[in-house]
């Protein structure tokens, strides 16, 4: 259960779950039992938020260089040992793990949990971050917690956070893409608002 395949296998599955559509989301929510693993594991991970934070986007910005382009700071750095220094990646790392932290304190209240990832993916609209980089996220965390979970770390563990992130990624895509909708009809000039039309003969 090496990083290296696990952490592949979790980006294929990530890659093909993400096409899939809000219904898809919903039938993908986490069971009961892969709450409690996910919040019983988070009380180990938290005592390291920062330094997963930072392994987690230097290794996203090593398997997928793409990704810099979304971040404006770090878009021309190409010494990697430079980024696990950087600020900037700490404070953004530190936002992404604030988000999981949340997450992972709603999977009792899923209500709560799907505005709050469906207004990140809204947010991330505007950032131009598109909803193909989502799942990434997820599959690197999971490569980064491993070494800090040591033998806590299960196959049921592993199957528990791909669901969540799953879930999460489905519903932030289904943000985005209603804000996409709603920033492109707001371009529209009121003649060709589709309610605004003139339909009388």
């Given amino acids: 259960m090496g990083c290296a395949i696990s952490g592949l296998a979790a980006k294929a599955e990530f890659g093909e779950r993400n096409t899939e559509d809000a219904d898809a989301a919903a039938a993908a929510r ?3 039992d892969q709450i409690q693993m996910i919040k019983k594991s988070w009380k180990v991970i938290r005592d390291d938020i920062a330094k997963v934070g930072i392994i987690m986007f230097v ?3 090593e398997t997928h260089p793409e990704c810099k382009d979304v971040f ?3 878009r021309d750095v190409e010494d990697l040992e430079r980024l696990r220094t950087s600020r900037e990646l700490r404070a953004h790392g530190l936002r992404v793990m604030s988000f999981i932290e949340k997450s992972v304190a709603r999977l009792d209240q899923l209500e709560r949990l799907e505005a709050l990832a469906l207004e990140l993916g809204k947010s991330h609209y505007h950032y131009n971050a598109p909803p ?6 997820g599959a690197e965390f999971i490569c980064a917690v491993q070494p800090i979970l ?4 299960t196959a049921e563990l592993e199957e ?7 879930y999460v990624t489905s519903l932030m895509k289904q943000g985005y893409q209603e804000e996409c909708i709603r920033q492109r ?3 529209l000039s009121p003649k060709d608002r589709p309610e605004k039309r003139n339909t009388a003969l």
Avoid: D, G, N
């Fill in 150 to 153: 040591k033998e806590r770390w």
């Fill in 30 to 32: 986490p069971s009961e």
């Fill in 132 to 137: 193909k980089y989502y799942s990434y996220v």
């Fill in 59 to 61: 290794r996203l910005f």
């Fill in 185 to 187: 009809h707001l371009t």
């Fill in 160 to 166: 528990a956070w791909k669901t969540m992130f799953q």
């Fill in 72 to 74: 404006f700071l770090f």
